[in-house]
Nanobody, 124 residues
């Protein structure tokens, strides 16, 4: 199983970025997908998730209304559109997939497969 995240970069506050995660080695449509992030000196935190069929999405309170997660089953890709970025969004962003979640989508240890991370830096 491989997850390859891309799309990170540097942007000024108020700007936008779109992250993508290419997934291979599993039946993409059978898996939940998520994005997490980790800022320097902080624990990895949940950002957003999307269900296998895309019908259910969830966001952390800090990004709700600004970020949007989507998936393209034909391309085996999960994306994160990030708008109105602020310095507090600076972090390494990770994509993750899981076949099942038994005790909470926001817990990193519940997600067995991870991408390598892509850096997002927002300057004020």
């Amino acid at each position: 199983v491989q997850l390859q995240a891309s799309g990170g970069g540097s942007v000024q506050a108020g700007g936008s970025l779109k992250l993508s995660c290419q997934v291979s080695g599993l039946t993409f449509s059978n898996y939940r997908k998520a994005w997490f992030r980790q800022a320097p000196g902080k624990e990895r935190e949940f950002v957003a998730h999307i269900s296998q069929n895309g019908g259910v999405t969830g966001y952390s309170d800090s990004v709700k209304g600004r970020f949007a997660i989507s998936r393209d089953n034909a391309k085996n890709t999960v994306s994160l559109q990030m708008n109105n970025l602020g310095p507090e969004d600076t972090a390494v962003y990770y994509c993750a997939v899981s076949r099942t979640i038994h005790s909470g989508v926001k817990i990193p240890s519940n997600w067995p497969y991870w991408g390598q991370g892509t850096q997002v830096t927002v300057s004020s």
